[in-house]
């Protein structure tokens, strides 16, 4: 209802001259010309004594009030008509902007017309058929372009291109869409167009989720799924709540990648006070070529007159592919203790037969293991102080004839808060060894260190990560950065250096400068020695993969 009155007042803000002229101000092809003549003739609204129309002037209060006075009146005396519903229309459409700024209310007009009104209602419709229309659909994405030559040794140089455009639409409140396409190698002169993605998620009584980013939570201890092994996947996902008039049958999830495998899961409470988390996991695996059962249990261990958190998780699996039939089981204690709570602990125990296969378990067939970890403050730091937290861990695994197959106990240090003045801020060092093997592995990082005077600590900042194995063949990776911010210009210059053992070449280096030419508009110039799997400033992966030393240069544009 409100919307209508919107459109109403926008009227009677155009305010016009009387209604046998011709308006001086108004041009006769202009589309409105017809609308604001039919409405003053019947006096709905009224111009000025100049006979303008004007349509730029800011309107009083008064006359607001005057204009609004003259409408109600006409619409009580007369009631609305099509003609009168459709020239509405027109303008809301042509003056949606100025409208949505007015905010006026609506309890008078309902008061005086009845919040049923005949024309209200057409209102109401045809505005909404309007906004269904132009407001759900947004366009985002981004353009990139990338040049690039080799010139030790010489070769011929690439340029390629790419649009990632995403269409996302409102279908109604508890509905939303997304289509995302590729447009790629336009300049070269051979594009070609994928559709690379597309998002579909309802939220009603019940959801589901329809995408090629589908991501489940991990059940239990990961026995028959753990998101971290295949991560996200195209598929389906759907959750509801089966409650019956009775009782509650529990939360029902079920997620497929329809190639490859089949989940059911449903999570309920149990015990005299259902305080006891439970969930049942079936599973069609064809990945796996069989068929997966699971069941899994939370216990909360806590005595009520003890402050420490103590609990215990529990789940067992099945699979069978109806010739051979294995199962494994996993167990996690947990405990939260200590003055503060800042204490905690983990043990956790698996057994894990000869043929239990499932795709997204996160154990290996053929083991039985036993691994713990604490993790607890070092210094009783303020909170504007740097903070250092030790975990020590411990981890035993052997295969199902006893034999071990891992063996390794380690400790990291990491370190937050380090500088007050920059959050994000920190770095960890690490050391491990393996008993079987009796090679030691250190590594550390520490991520956002500025450099420099007060004044110009945003301006430099440094970055590097380190490992080392000593081993009968040592193996290394090292990689450090520095970032320099131009202070009066949106420039970055980015230099980094990297070490690689097994590399295709001992080492790299790259220089980079960025530059923000315009507002989601990104400019790149870069040359390169002995290319690095990775972009740069970026160390996922850490391998030196070829000798040949490039330049180049690429724009990415966001919208």
């Known amino acids: 209802m409100k919307k209508l009155v919107l459109v109403l007042v926008l009227v009677f803000a155009l305010a016009i001259p009387a209604l046998a002229n011709p308006f001086v101000d108004v041009p006769l092809n202009h589309w409105a010309y017809d609308a604001v003549q039919t409405l003053a003739a019947k006096g709905v609204i009224v111009g000025y004594p100049d006979g303008t129309f004007g349509g730029q002037r800011t309107l009083t209060r008064y006359e607001m009030a005057e204009a609004l006075a003259k409408a109600l009146a006409y619409v009580e005396q007369y009631g609305g008509i099509q003609e009168d519903v459709e020239i509405l229309s027109k ?21 005086t017309l009845g919040e049923h009104s005949e024309a209200i209602v057409a209102m109401q419709e045809t505005v909404d058929k ?14 990139t372009a ?10 011929t140089a690439t340029l390629t291109d790419e649009a990632e455009i995403t269409f996302s639409a ?30 579909l998620k309802y939220a009603g009584d019940w959801s589901l989720w329809v995408s090629d980013e589908i991501a489940p939570a991990t059940i239990g201890l990961g026995l028959v799924y753990d998101f971290d092994e295949l991560e996200e996947f195209p598929g389906v996902w759907a959750q509801w709540n089966w409650d019956t008039d009775d009782e509650d049958l529990g939360t029902w999830t079920m997620f497929m990648d329809v190639e490859d495998f089949y989940v059911l899961n449903v999570a309920f409470n149990v015990g005299d006070d259902d305080d006891i988390p439970a969930g049942v996991t079936a599973s069609y695996d064809q990945l796996a070529m069989g068929y997966v059962g699971g069941l899994d249990v939370a216990f909360d261990l806590t005595d009520e007159d003890d402050e420490d958190q103590v609990g215990l998780a529990l789940e067992g699996g099945v699979f069978s592919d109806l010739a051979v039939t294995s199962f494994a089981v996993a167990g ?8 503060d709570d800042d204490v905690d602990a983990t043990v956790d125990a698996w057994y894990v037969q000869p043929g239990f296969v499932p795709t997204n378990s996160a154990f290996d067939a053929d083991r039985l293991g036993v691994s713990a970890s604490v993790e607890f403050p070092l210094n009783d730091a303020d909170e504007d102080e740097m903070q250092i937290a030790a975990n020590p861990y411990w ?7 006893m034999a071990p197959v891992d063996h390794y106990v ?20 690490s050391a491990e060894y393996d008993l079987l093997t009796t090679d030691i592995t250190l590594a550390g990082q520490y991520l956002n260190l500025y450099l420099g005077d007060d004044d110009e600590l945003s301006e430099f900042v440094f970055n590097v990560y380190g490992d080392y194995t000593f081993a009968a063949v040592p193996d290394y990776t090292a990689v450090a950065n520095f970032l320099y911010n131009f202070e009066d210009d949106p420039m970055v210059l980015v230099v980094e250096g990297r070490l690689d053992a097994d590399g295709a070449a001992p080492y790299s280096a790259e220089a980079q400068l960025q530059y923000a030419i315009a507002e ?40």
């Open 520 to 559: 989601n508009t990104d400019l790149k110039l870069g040359v390169e020695m002995n290319d690095w799997d990775d972009d740069i400033n970026d160390w996922d992966d850490m391998n030196i993969i070829d000798t040949t030393t490039k330049v180049y240069a690429g724009i990415e544009v966001s919208f």
């Open 332 to 339: 996690q204690l947990s405990a939260t203790f200590g003055d």
């Open 410 to 429: 380690g400790l990291q240090l990491d370190f937050t808060n380090i500088d007050e003045d920059h959050e994000d801020s920190e770095a960890y060092v």
């Open 130 to 143: 309007h906004e269904r229309f132009f407001d759900p659909v947004t366009i985002s994405g981004t353009w």
């Open 146 to 155: 990338d040049y690039s030559k080799d010139i030790m040794p010489v070769a």
């Open 170 to 199: 409102e279908i109604n409140p508890e509905t939303n869409v997304a289509l995302t396409m590729d447009v790629t190698d336009v300049l070269s002169g051979v594009p070609a167009v994928t559709f690379t993605g597309y998002d």
């Open 395 to 401: 981890n035993y695994e052997m295969d199902t004839a």
């Open 91 to 111: 303008l809301a459409v042509e003056f949606a902007d100025e409208l949505a700024n007015l905010g006026v209310r609506v309890a008078d007009l309902e008061a």
